[in-house]
């Protein structure tokens, strides 16, 4: 009765009915209700209900008790702050509702979004598509290298591609550089904030070539040609967030979150402190062109 409860109030806490400080009161008294008091339990027994209309009793009560909470403490989904570290989406949940994910770890067993909702989440995402073409390497072998890369966060795919001992892993490590270095001019995406949604070889056009072979003989072999096709996208660290199955899962990608935070965050001070002093220097080339300009008149 106690697992059936506390799964009940789990998916009414993500539904954003309650704050988590009372569920996790609420979650403490559930588990008590396993060894209830002898009164209590004598007055459930002689009142001649079934087992499931006591377990119903006690549920509706302690719904009912947390719905007493007043409306200015219940958590509300604020869609104009975007804890994601995105400018496009709004968040699925408040960053204490992630929190409070992370807090449980069974709090979304029973919660699951819809497909469609997650698909069309992604392709609302923007994307970076990068590519190197006619590398002198196998395809077969270039994807070999490629599959270290493909699935992982920016930063992640770069660390695999460092230790990699592979001859062309510096030549995927850079093509995922460029690209990510053109979603920041873009948009102001940082490597944190990103993820290789695809990282594939495909054949080029292969050279033709005369190969010799024992007692006279002759035949022909191939040097082969590859394409690499590289897309990158930003991460929806909320839909992450709700499709994480583990505990570990969940404070991975509130980890992950706060890099991102901090990195976008560092990168737009940045920016602002450029533009002034771009700003600055303007106004000085125009100050010392109106003063070369009086000289000349004088």
């Not at 001019?185 to 056009?205: D, K, M, N, W």
């Amino acid at each position: 009765m106690a697992s059936f409860l506390s799964s009940r109030l789990s998916r009414l806490v993500i539904g954003g009915k309650f704050p988590p400080v009372h569920f996790h009161r609420a979650f403490l008294t559930i588990r008590n209700i396993s060894n209830p008091p002898t009164n209590i339990f004598s007055r459930l027994c002689g009142s001649g209900l079934s087992s499931l209309d006591r377990l119903n009793l006690v549920q509706n009560s302690v719904i009912r008790s947390l719905s007493s909470v007043p409306q200015s403490h219940v958590i509300r989904a604020n869609y104009t702050d975007d804890f994601g570290a995105t400018s496009r989406l709004s968040p699925l949940l408040t960053q204490s509702q992630a929190e409070n994910f992370a807090a449980f770890t069974y709090a979304n067993r029973h919660q699951k979004v819809k497909p469609f909702i997650i698909k069309r989440r992604k392709n609302l995402l923007r994307t970076y598509i990068g590519n190197e073409r006619h590398i002198r390497h196998s395809p077969w072998r270039m994807n070999l290298v490629c599959q270290f890369a493909a699935g992982q966060t920016v930063p992640e795919a770069l660390k695999q591609l460092m230790f990699c001992q592979k001859m062309h892993a510096p030549t995927v490590a850079k093509v995922i550089r460029r690209t990510a270095n053109l979603a920041d001019i873009r948009h102001g995406l940082q490597p944190s904030q990103l993820e290789v949604a695809e990282c594939f070889a495909t054949h080029g056009r292969h050279l033709k070539r005369l190969e010799i072979m024992g007692r006279g003989r002759s035949g022909k072999k191939l040097r082969r040609f590859s394409h690499i096709r590289l897309v990158l996208r930003e991460i929806d660290f909320p839909t992450k967030l709700v499709e994480a199955t583990t505990i570990n899962q969940k404070r991975k990608w509130l980890n992950r979150l706060s890099i991102a935070r901090e990195d976008y965050e560092k990168a737009k001070l940045e920016k602002a402190e450029l533009a002034e002093l771009e700003a600055k220097a303007a106004e000085l080339e125009a100050a010392r062109k109106k003063k070369s300009e009086e000289e000349d008149r004088s």
